[in-house]
C-alpha cells in the first residue's frame, strides 16, 4: 500500500525534492534521537517520535517551527506518520510488524503545541512598559 504524500495547501512537496529531502533529514534526525532516548535496539514508538519532532521543531525554528513544519506538509501528528511510512515505502527506513500509520493520528494539536505552549519568553500578561 502506498502512503504517498498527500496534497498541501501552501506548497506541494511533491514538486519540490529539495524540500522533500530536508523533510526526510529532519525526521531522520528526530528518530535518530527517539532511539537515542529508549535505547538501542528498541522500538520507538509514535508517540515518542512524534514528541521529539516537536522539540526539535522548536529548538531549530523556534517560533517559526509550525510555519516550516506546515511549509513541508506537516499540519498533524498524522502527517509525520504518513512521511514516515512513505520513507518506509522509499526503503529508507524499515516498518516493525507493529508499526501502523493509525499509530500517528492525533497524539497532540499542533496549534496547542507549536503556539499555544510555545515557551514564551514573558507571559502574555505582562505589560509592556514602553
Known amino acids: 500500500m502506498s502512503h504517498a504524500i498527500a496534497d498541501t495547501t501552501d506548497t506541494d512537496i511533491r514538486n519540490n525534492n529539495e524540500d522533500l529531502d530536508r523533510v526526510f533529514v529532519f525526521l531522520l534526525e528526530a528518530l535518530y534521537e ?14 515518542q517520535l512524534t514528541s521529539v519532532v516537536r522539540e526539535i521543531a522548536l529548538e531549530k525554528y523556534g517560533v517559526m517551527a509550525r510555519t516550516v513544519l506546515g511549509r513541508w506538509g506537516i ?30 493520528a492525533d497524539l497532540f494539536d499542533f496549534d496547542e503545541a507549536f503556539e499555544a505552549d510555545y515557551p514564551w519568553s514573558a507571559s502574555v500578561e505582562e505589560e509592556v512598559v514602553l
Not at 79 to 104: A, K
Open 34 to 47: 527517539a532511539v537515542k532516548r529508549v535505547g538501542e535496539g528498541r522500538h520507538v514508538g509514535a508517540p
Open 75 to 104: 499540519n498533524s501528528t498524522h502527517d509525520v506518520g504518513r512521511l514516515i511510512f512513505e520513507m518506509i515505502d522509499q526503503g529508507i527506513l524499515m516498518q516493525s510488524e507493529s508499526d501502523r500509520l493509525e499509530d500517528f
